[in-house]
């Protein structure tokens, strides 16, 4: 596919970088020459020097014939322009960047009147996983499937976990909870885990099953299921007002604390509910004055990833049960581990990830649609949701102990009207379905795709 992404920032090179490497043609417009140097140097893409909502520019970057032209400037507005005139000169289809919350209501007209294929709003979408994490404090990442019916969980071992130095095998005996182990960190490693896998302290496992089964499943490990009630947020960023919003709807109280003034105005006209505190949040006397770790978690979600993760870590050590970073650059990953911050959301990797799914339903040609795409550990495991119909005719009705599947690739869990399977070897996929599917090193654009030619 040609695909012309507009915008080289931090979102749009993390799109670039995931489509790079899939075989696409990539041609990246950008006014700053030194964010296309970076580009140039790094990836194999074409970069158009330029304005990308230019009627010239986007001739030069070829929209004529382009599949898709992605709008990501710092600018709505301008990413908007730019999609409009990208399907006026020819483009098949066309995706845009609207941050602005004055805009949360108007995706559908949007797409409707600017001819849009998709809106993207990472702090809208990073305030949804916000939420979810902080709707299972047990685990540092929730991803859901078949509209929210079954999630994936990812947690981390601790010496304390039951399962901690014993086989899957054995946990699965015991039918604590009807979950499957389907991708796992260990010393470096990305693991497909089977029956013989013995988790470690330390350890990032992820667990797919209904959110009843995974509730279970957290309090055999020995772990308690306590509610988040109250909040702080660090920071009166987009994220932490569509945040706000999205906590409010469950009775969560939410404290944040900005610097600016101005800002402060803002919060307290669009979120009456919530407790606006003005004032430096990483200053000791006022975190002990307002007591701002007081809370059920704490999330850093100021525009330095710095200081997300040293406040994130001082919570932590405070005594905060649940803390959340947001990162920007994966420079400090490691530091994340070491410090034992509890979750890190990167925007820009969401973005990226609804990108990626969108591109590969695109190119897809079997009839079998990706339904979700996640990204775990790294980019080393993807977890995909297809909904299968008549055309994956290799998989239907047959017993999955009949099928050979590539190796690395795991069918995780199916959903059937209301009916959520945990398969066996016994299990068969039936149109309809809802399929996840784990896979470690595969590009995969359709259901077959999991089969041995």
């Known amino acids: 596919m040609k695909i012309i992404i507009v915008g080289n920032g931090k979102v749009g090179y993390a799109i670039a970088w995931q489509l790079a490497v899939e075989d696409h043609d990539i041609i990246i417009v950008d006014k700053s020459p030194s964010a296309l140097r970076r580009a140039d140097s790094t990836l194999d893409v074409m970069c158009v020097e330029g304005n990308g909502a230019s009627i010239s520019v986007l001739k030069n970057a070829g929209v004529s014939d382009a599949d898709l032209v992605i709008a ?33 209501m ?33 685990a540092f990442s929730v ?47 990305y693991i497909i885990p089977d029956g013989d896998f013995i988790p470690r302290a330390g350890d990032r496992i ?51 604390v900005e610097m600016m003034h101005k800002e402060c105005t803002v919060l307290a006209d669009e979120l009456p509910g919530a407790m606006i505190i003005e004032g430096d949040g990483t200053d000791a006397n006022l975190i002990q004055s307002e007591g701002i770790f007081n809370v059920d978690a704490f999330v850093s979600l100021t525009g330095r990833d710095e200081e997300n993760l040293l406040m994130a870590a001082t919570a932590r050590r405070a005594g905060v049960p649940k803390t959340i970073a947001k990162m920007t650059r994966p420079n400090y990953m490691e530091l994340v581990r070491e410090a034992g911050i509890g979750s890190v959301i990167s925007p820009k990797d969401i973005v990226a990830n609804q990108i990626t799914r969108y591109v590969r339903s695109l190119a897809n040609s079997e009839g079998s649609e990706i339904d979700s795409f996640y990204k775990l550990l790294g980019g080393s495991v993807e977890v995909l949701e297809f909904t299968a119909t008549p055309a994956c005719i290799a998989i239907l009705h047959k017993p999955l102990r009949e099928l050979r599947l590539k190796k690395g690739m795991l069918l995780a869990a199916i959903v059937r009207d209301r009916q959520t399977i945990i398969p066996d070897g016994m299990t068969t996929v039936e149109e309809r379905d809802h399929v996840v599917v784990v896979t470690a090193g595969s590009c995969i654009r359709n259901l077959t795709d999991i089969l041995e030619n």
């Open 72 to 104: 990501v400037t710092s600018s709505d507005e301008t990413n908007l322009v730019c999609c409009l005139i990208a399907k006026k000169l020819g483009a098949r289809h066309t995706v845009a960047r609207v941050r602005n919350t004055d805009y949360r």
């Open 106 to 138: 108007d995706a559908e007209m949007l797409k409707r009147e600017v001819g849009l294929s998709m809106v993207i709003n990472p702090d809208w979408a990073a305030a949804l996983e916000i939420a979810r994490i902080l709707s299972f404090p047990a």
């Open 143 to 189: 991803e859901p499937f078949a509209q929210g019916r079954i999630d994936m969980i990812g947690f981390q071992v601790t010496a304390k976990d039951t399962i901690c130095g014993v086989p899957l095998s054995e946990f699965n005996r015991k039918r604590l909870a009807d979950v499957l182990f389907c991708a796992a960190e260990q010393e470096e490693q």
């Open 206 to 256: 992820y667990v797919v099953g209904t959110r009843q089964e995974l509730q279970r499943m957290v309090q055999g490990l020995g772990r308690t299921l306590q509610k988040v009630k109250r909040v702080t947020l660090l920071g009166g960023s987009r994220i932490a007002m569509y945040l706000t919003w999205e906590l409010e709807r469950n009775n969560t109280k939410v404290c944040i």
